[in-house]
């Protein structure tokens, strides 16, 4: 199986900061790559596939990049409605799999 | 508006079996991949399984093997999870959620549904 490992799993920050996330994939997933948001007791919205291209209607301010076996996701001035949860996932091969989450917290 | 509404989940004993249903609306279900995602309370997100547009490819964690079966039907819209064989740790809100398909197979996950929340417990 494919493991992704998100960093940091948690972190403060304030209004207007830039904010980066890692994901990394025990494997080559070329740019196979999905990244999640998600609020308390909501479901996850998708934010960005294939690494790097934006999901309609979601803020500029979201960007991601990377390929192989480094991804990041980048909020480049963070607001108020972006403090939650942020998931990484793989769909280059079965099983598909997640990160562990990280929390971005005031 | 694409919406997706699950149903069927509750309290059940370990052992005890249960279906849950996903109501679709608002795009055309029989071109979409579908699938289940369930989350542990305070846990991060799982896979749980994926079946093709016209049901003629299922895919499962291996944790779930066996013991759960995805199914849909096209004419009415509909996704399915039935479980057998619960065990405590499958306690954890099930998602429906549709699949963007790459090349013609499964992608990402958009959108999702609100949520059931299954509980296995004695």
């Known amino acids: 199986d494919i493991q992704m490992t998100q960093s940091p799993s948690s972190l403060s920050a304030s209004v207007g900061d830039r904010v980066t996330i890692t994901c990394r994939a025990s494997q080559d997933i070329s740019r196979y790559l999905a990244w999640f948001q998600q609020k308390p007791g909501k479901a996850p919205k998708s934010l960005i596939s294939?690494?790097?291209s934006l999901q309609s209607g979601v803020p500029s301010r979201f960007s991601g990049s990377g390929s192989g076996t480094y991804f990041t996701l980048t909020i480049s001035s963070l607001q108020p409605d972006d403090f939650a949860t942020y998931y990484c996932?793989?769909?280059?091969?079965?099983?598909?799999?997640f990160g562990g989450g990280t929390k971005v917290e005031i | 508006e694409v919406q997706l509404v699950e149903s069927g989940g509750g309290l059940v004993q370990p052992g005890g079996s249960l279906r849950l249903s996903c109501a679709a609306a608002g795009f055309t279900f029989s071109n979409y991949w579908m699938s289940w995602v369930r989350q542990a309370p305070g846990k991060g997100l799982e896979w749980v399984a994926n079946?093709?547009?016209?049901?003629?490819?299922?895919y499962y964690v291996d944790s779930v093997k066996g013991r759960f079966t995805i199914s849909r039907d096209n004419a009415r819209n509909s996704l399915f999870l039935q479980m057998n064989s619960l065990r405590v740790e499958d306690t954890a809100v099930y998602y429906c959620?549709?699949?963007?398909?790459?090349?013609?197979?499964?992608?990402?996950?958009?959108?999702w549904g609100q949520g059931t929340l299954v509980t296995v417990s004695s």
């Open positions: 079946m093709k547009k016209d049901g003629s490819e299922k």
């Open positions: 959620a549709r699949g963007i398909a790459v090349n013609g197979d499964f992608g990402w996950f958009d959108p």
């Open positions: 294939a690494a790097s």
């Open positions: 996932q793989q769909y280059n091969l079965y099983p598909l799999t």
